[in-house]
């Protein structure tokens, strides 16, 4: 069982090495206690502390672009990985969805579960935009239901179908 005490998600992918049937492990052996503290109170990058960032050039000028703290406010299930130095999809991680067959994931635009959002940062936005494409996905679509009904069941005991039927 990886441990949540540093409250930073990206222990947890980092544990399962790329491997689907490990983080799907791991994430089974989590408490639901440790699963909400991933979900509600996953630990922030402090104003001021430098976020990933990386070298951009383009024609004969180079620039950096950094990992943007604003983007965890407009993408709700976003979050920045201190262990992995990127973005990850909170519920995607929490909420794996079995992959199809022959299905690489990794190769999927809009992927955030077991690469970690690095780069390229200048095409985080957009409608075609690497945060737009996953949101839209299935597999991300299906995560955010697992996550609000998992989020519903802890704070609404009372709601959960297992209780009501005692």
Not at 5 to 14: E, F, K, R
Not at 63 to 76: A, D, S
Not at 130 to 137: L, M, P, T, W, Y
Request: hydrophobic share 35%.
């Amino acid at each position: 069982v990886v441990a949540a005490t540093s409250a930073d998600l990206g222990i947890v992918v980092q544990a399962a090495k790329g491997c689907w049937g490990t983080l799907r492990r791991l994430v089974s052996e989590l408490s639901d206690a440790q699963k909400m503290q991933y979900l509600t109170g996953h630990t922030k990058p402090a104003t001021g502390v430098a976020l990933h960032s990386h070298p951009v050039t383009k024609g004969g000028k180079t620039w950096h672009v950094t990992f943007q703290r604003r983007w965890m406010e407009q993408f709700p299930w976003l979050l920045y990985t201190n262990v992995l130095e990127g973005g990850i999809c909170r519920h995607c991680i929490l909420f794996p969805e079995q992959p199809k067959r022959g299905g690489s994931l990794d190769a999927t635009p809009g992927s955030l579960v077991l690469t970690v959002y690095q780069s390229p940062y200048n095409k985080a936005l957009g409608k075609d935009g690497i945060f737009a494409c996953h949101e839209k996905s299935t597999m991300h679509c299906h995560a955010t239901k697992q996550a609000n009904l998992f989020l519903l069941g802890v704070r609404n005991p009372d709601s959960r179908i297992d209780v009501r039927l005692m």
